[in-house]
């Protein structure tokens, strides 16, 4: 069975800094593309990182390009999301995924998913 659990999440304020956990089991990270997406409360699910099994370059928003960082430990089987000077606008469940292609970025392109973890961010 396959699991990808997120950890991490929580309130803080404009300016902190947050590490997003994504562990995974029954599926090998070091052989898939990982990605991070987000969704704001009333708003569509938003790419955010992804990191790929080719080379493990990495692709980030617009949005975000600068102050977060996608990483993995293939040793732990879990990836992270480094989150740096967050602002208000980050707030939303993030989410973690897997997808066996190389340049994903559609949500479709990920074949599992975590369950989230809320992220929330004050002014």
């Known amino acids: 069975q396959v699991q990808l659990v997120e950890s991490g999440g929580g309130l803080v304020q404009a300016g902190d800094s947050l590490r997003l956990s994504c562990a995974a089991s029954?599926?090998?990270?070091?052989?898939?593309?990982l990605g991070w997406f987000r969704q704001a409360p009333g708003k569509e699910r938003e790419f955010v990182a992804r990191?790929?099994?080719?080379?493990?370059?990495?692709y980030y928003a617009y949005s975000v390009k600068g102050r977060f960082t996608i990483l993995k430990d293939d040793a732990k089987n879990t990836n992270y999301l480094q989150m740096n000077s967050l602002k208000p606008e980050d707030t939303a469940v993030y989410s973690c995924?897997?997808?066996?292609?190389?340049?994903?970025?559609?949500?479709?392109?990920?074949?599992?998913w975590g369950q989230g973890t809320q992220v929330t961010v004050s002014s």
């Open positions: 029954g599926i090998t990270l070091s052989s898939l593309t």
């Open positions: 995924a897997s997808s066996r292609i190389a340049w994903p970025l559609r949500a479709g392109e990920f074949d599992y």
């Open positions: 990191i790929s099994k080719i080379g493990g370059t990495t």
